[in-house]
């Protein structure tokens, strides 16, 4: 795909079929994610890549509850929301809660794992929650939701399974000094998956010299 047509058009896609994907597609998919950028060039992370049925029902497990914590705020702010925003965030509700109840039959979910040491995290000690480490996690990541999109896999961004870091570590038998940053499930979309885009302009968004 062109680039910017990639980048304008990669959705959260939570709800995705069972059908098992090719090797070498998985393989280019796992490659691009490679091939980010990180501090220093160390690449501190690595994926778990999660394709063991018992393994993905535990995850799905431990994912659940979660969710369903999740729900009741996000109701709560459809309330107040116009109504063309509200449709989508319905749909988005929705698609999440298949997501929830289905997660396991998806045929790969990529963990996400980093290690701290590796880093230089120069936002540490700041009087605010740390970002800087994220750097060079979520570039990886980025890239392997672009190449999904250029394969027709869907593929969708999750973090609440980091709550369950260490019931995550335990089951996938990370050692001591990685964790956990980022859990993308991936399939073929059950539906029309990517698609338009709802974002700020960008005028709204970039400011030049001065906030």
């Known amino acids: ?104 039959e998806v045929p790969i979910i990529a963990v996400f794992c980093f290690n701290p040491k590796l880093m230089a995290i120069t936002d540490a000690e700041l009087n605010r929650p740390s970002v800087v480490g994220g750097g060079s996690v979520y570039p990886a990541v980025q890239n392997l939701l672009l190449a999904c999109r250029n394969e027709g896999l869907g593929c969708v961004l999750t973090t609440l399974l980091c709550y369950e870091e260490e019931s995550v570590k335990a089951l996938l038998n990370l050692p001591e000094d990685w964790y956990t940053c980022a859990h993308v499930p991936i399939g073929y979309p059950v539906l029309g998956g990517h698609g338009s885009i709802r974002r700020r302009d960008m005028k709204q968004m970039v400011r030049f010299n001065e906030w």
């Open 1 to 104: 795909m062109d680039l910017y047509d990639a980048m304008s058009t990669l959705r959260a896609v939570r709800r995705l079929r069972p059908d098992p994907i090719d090797e070498e597609v998985m393989e280019r998919v796992l490659t691009a994610a490679t091939w980010a950028p990180t501090g220093g060039n160390t690449q501190p992370w690595r994926i778990v890549a999660v394709t063991d049925p018992a393994k993905k029902q535990a995850l799905q497990d431990l994912y659940s509850p979660h969710w369903d914590a999740y729900i009741p705020g996000y109701e709560a702010r459809l309330e107040h929301m116009p109504e063309d925003a509200k449709t989508s965030s319905i749909k988005a509700m929705e698609a999440g809660n298949y997501l929830a109840s289905h997660m396991h």
